[in-house]
């Protein structure tokens, strides 16, 4: 279930104070529909909607007693659909598909109850086929990769969930390597700037990350991307303040904002750092959130592309530098 299911399951909790069946809507200051939600016995049953203040549909989830439940669907201020999803029972299942903005399609990919199963393709902004995958119940079994001439990568050769992976951006510079075992993650993975230096290194052990960080600090970190995602998809600017996220989004309230912009260091609640004045357009390793200290000797931040990464807290300091 994502951010956006679990807060309208919270407003359905607090609005309904009995046992029946009914619609709940909520509109804008200018009289638009916000939302319609349908519940049975205080749960989320059957089809919820949200629209833009402009009156544009901006979501479609459906629900069976309070699990998704069915096709979700997402567009964009313009009307235009950047993502469909299928879930059963809480949890994806069927096909997942992404769009960029120019129309052209981006990610498709297939799940069955909630692991990834069957091929996934990802496509360049021009078209062209940028990879195809097969997975097994969640587990990366064979891929192929190519660059943005056409050509095949002569590099990735996972084959039977064995072999390295590599991932290339729309220049056709190398982005990242990553090793697989028994189809998991299984050591080391690289990560590469546009200039070609390393600005991420991980290691796994199958398909677990060696040095993890607290869950609930990376959990915030990719629920607050959510967010700022969505705000930026009229325009593709994120916000100047974080504050503005509660106001243009109404399941958020100032408590919850304040909640999942923080994180705990030393057993204290400490608001996590944000840099404004990046786009959804920026490259893809600008930091646009992070831990103000380290937590067990890592920092954490959260990159363009949705990624949540944690290093030493002297590479931190150099990543940094080299972004300002």
């Known amino acids: 279930m994502n951010i956006f299911t679990s807060l309208i399951f ?17 509109h804008w200051p200018n009289g638009q529909k916000m939302l319609e939600a349908n519940l049975k016995d205080g749960q989320l049953h059957g089809r919820t909607t949200r629209w833009y203040a402009n009156g544009q549909k901006r979501d479609e989830q459906n629900y069976k007693n309070a ?7 997402n567009w964009r201020k313009n009307g235009q659909k950047w993502h469909e999803v299928n879930f059963k029972d809480g949890d994806q299942h069927g096909l997942e598909i992404y769009w960029h903005k120019n129309g052209q399609k981006w990610h498709e990919v297939n799940f069955k109850d909630g692991d990834q199963h069957g091929l996934e393709t990802r496509w360049y902004g021009n078209g062209q086929k940028k990879g195809e995958a097969n997975f097994q119940d969640g587990k990366l079994m064979t891929s192929t990769v190519w660059l943005p001439d056409g050509s095949k990568c002569p590099l990735s050769n996972v084959r039977d969930g064995n072999g390295v992976l590599f991932d290339y951006d729309k220049n056709g510079k190398k982005w990242s390597k990553t090793n697989y075992k028994n189809g998991e993650e299984h050591g080391l993975s690289t990560e590469w700037n546009e200039n070609g230096n390393v600005i991420n290194k991980t290691n796994y052990v199958n398909g677990e990350k060696v040095a993890d960080l607290d869950d609930a600090t990376v959990m915030n970190l990719k629920q607050m991307f959510l967010l700022l995602y969505e705000y930026a998809l009229d325009d593709g600017k994120y916000p100047d303040d974080l504050e503005v996220l509660h106001k243009t989004n109404s399941h958020i309230d100032p408590n919850e ?7 705990k260091i030393d057993d204290k609640k400490t608001k996590l750092i944000y840099y404004p004045g990046f ?3 920026s490259p893809a390793n600008v930091i646009l959130m992070h831990t103000p200290k380290p937590i067990d ?10 990624s949540v990464k944690t290093v030493a807290a002297e590479e931190f300091e150099e990543l940094l530098k080299a972004q300002q």
Do not use: P, W
Request: glycine share 10%.
């Open 297 to 306: 000797g890592k920092m954490a931040y959260l990159r363009n592309d949705g």
């Open 279 to 281: 786009r959804t357009a």
């Open 67 to 73: 699990n998704q439940h069915g096709l979700e669907i």
């Open 10 to 26: 919270v407003f359905a909790l607090l609005l309904v104070g009995v046992c029946q069946a009914e619609t709940k809507t909520e």
């Open 257 to 263: 904002l304040d909640e999942l912009s923080s994180c």
